[in-house]
């Protein structure tokens, strides 16, 4: 109330939650867990880490836990993680699995926050920090990245380049990213006896001298693998391999022997000025048509205007007056 006339008040509600010292709040074994280094490849459902708390009041062990659902994807919004609570040996432990598949190329950690609550006449809780951290294993495919068609000149001697291939592989780290390249060594690869690949630069050269004539073009069938065991299904122990990729195919033509290659330009050169030429002239043969159809449109006005001009000569009228004209201007 204040000291004002009239006097004015307010109310205001407190609550009050009155706790019984019996009954404090329940106990984390850690408050901070991890890191905890989970491979990426861990199946769903697979258990990453088991943690749990004490209830905090005497004779009533009951603890309630959950995750809590954080605002991005490191704090498990869209629930990567769940918890399975599992009762054992009077204990209450929470086990935290994996809920959807884990991609380290997306995203390395996470940051779970795991709530406990008891069973006391009032409720109390507490907070413990889970750290994930996400190992890579080698589950990306080299990929090759440039187009499929290349030329080589025929004449060449043996050993020149070719072209210079590259794939990526998306994985996190080295070794799982490392790329080599080869040749497919199968007898449906047309080019492989024909080509050779650096395994580390990707650069192809030739193992031949070409004839155009003989052959005009090669299909190649490249590989990269990456440097360490796949950790995909089915791998048998062998590094990933992108020889499934369209873009390991590559068609190599052989171009003319470089002096016709160079004759061939040079003919093209001389033939451009004669095309220039000839425009030129078609544009003044143009030009030309146009004027004679112009005379021709006005050839009838201007015989008009000769015709009256000789019919003015010939009238004996006119004479006779232009002579006095004439007189006229020699007074
Ligand atoms: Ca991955
Ligand atoms: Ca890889
Ligand atoms: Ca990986």
Redesign the pocket.
Known sequence: MDRGFPPLSRTVEVQIDVVDRANNPPVWDQTVYGPIFVK?NRNVGDRVVSVKASSGIENNPTVFYRLIRGSTAQTNKYDTFYLQQRNDNGHTWADIKVNHPL???SIKEYNLTIRVENNGVQQLGSEATIYIVLE?????IPLFTEREQETVLEGEPIGTPVTRVNAID????FP?NQVFYGIVRSPRNEGRDYFEINEQTGEIFTKVVFDREKQGAYALEVEARDGAPS?RPNSNGQPNSGNHDIFNKKKILIGPYPEVAHYDSKLRNLTKPASLRSERLSEELREQRLLSADISSRLPYFESVNSSASELISNPENTRIARKIDTRLKD
Not at 136 to 140: F, M
Not at 170 to 173: C, E, P, R, V, Y
């Open positions: 990426e991609d380290y190329e890579d294993v080698n589950d990306e998306k994985d996190g780290t799982n950790a």
